[in-house]
């Protein structure tokens, strides 16, 4: 759990400082960083993917996981967390608080580093890639915090409880989790981040919290491969 608080209190520092730029910053120039932050999720998401072995897998896991949450509507219910998270503890902020946490928790949890980071805290005490991890989204979160508000610091939240639940059960989970697991997850997380960028870019909106469970959907389907030749 040590690694995961401090990778929690990371983003939200970094959120802080992003905040702190973001004060004064006329229209204009805060649509350059909205551009800035797409971007980097662009180059992030695309690196992530490319990791993806078995195309049939991922696709498969894109459309049955956004299938089901669209059925299941859990971007609304994100949604509707971030806005009572915001009536409680950000009532002054005018920006779209449930986005930024969204967005952040997203990008923040979908990686393979929060994964292996995580096991490897849990069943060795090394918290060496989770904490490179810290650094990476605590400067993250000062572009993401810039363009999309206090929401972002709240995905620290998202971070804490789900690298924690992930160190703590990491000795009955490790077993399962794979190299083609790893790279898999990697891929699907990579197509949620590029699904941000793209919303941040103008480009495309997508409600990427409907796509969440296209991440358990792959985990599963590298579990049935031995089962299933065509996979």
């Given at each position: 759990m040590f690694?995961?608080?401090?990778?929690?209190?990371?983003?939200?520092?970094?959120?802080?400082?992003?905040?702190?730029?973001?004060?004064?910053?006329?229209?204009?120039?805060?649509?350059?960083?909205?551009?800035?932050?797409?971007?980097?999720?662009?180059?992030?998401?695309?690196?992530?993917?490319?990791?993806?072995?078995?195309?049939?897998?991922?696709?498969?896991?894109?459309?049955?996981?956004?299938?089901?949450?669209?059925?299941?509507?859990?971007?609304?219910?994100?949604?509707?967390?971030?806005?009572?998270?915001?009536?409680?503890f950000a009532k002054n902020d005018d920006g779209g608080f449930a986005y930024g946490f969204l967005n952040a928790s997203v990008l923040y949890c979908s990686g393979a580093m929060a994964i292996v980071g995580s096991f490897k805290a849990g069943t060795e005490g090394d918290y060496s890639i989770i904490l490179t991890k810290s650094v990476l989204d605590g400067f993250i979160s000062i572009i993401f915090a810039s363009a999309m508000g206090v929401g972002v610091a709240f995905s620290a939240i998202s971070v804490l409880v789900y690298q924690g639940a992930l160190t703590l059960v990491s000795v009955w989970v490790k077993p399962w989790v794979s190299d083609i697991m790893l790279s898999e997850l990697t891929g699907i997380g990579g197509a949620l981040v590029i699904m941000i960028g793209l919303g941040l870019l103008d480009i495309k909106k997508f409600k990427t919290g409907d796509f969440l469970p296209a991440i358990l959907v792959s985990a599963l389907a590298v579990l049935a491969m031995p089962y299933i030749p065509f996979l």
């Open positions: 690694a995961s608080v401090i990778n929690a209190v990371a983003v939200v520092l970094g959120s802080l400082l992003g905040l702190l730029l973001r004060k004064g910053i006329s229209e204009r120039y805060q649509k350059v960083i909205y551009s800035a932050a797409g971007m980097t999720s662009l180059v992030i998401g695309i690196q992530m993917a490319l990791k993806t072995g078995h195309i049939l897998i991922f696709a498969l896991a894109l459309i049955i996981g956004g299938l089901l949450g669209t059925w299941l509507d859990i971007e609304g219910a994100v949604l509707r967390l971030g806005e009572r998270m915001k009536r409680r």
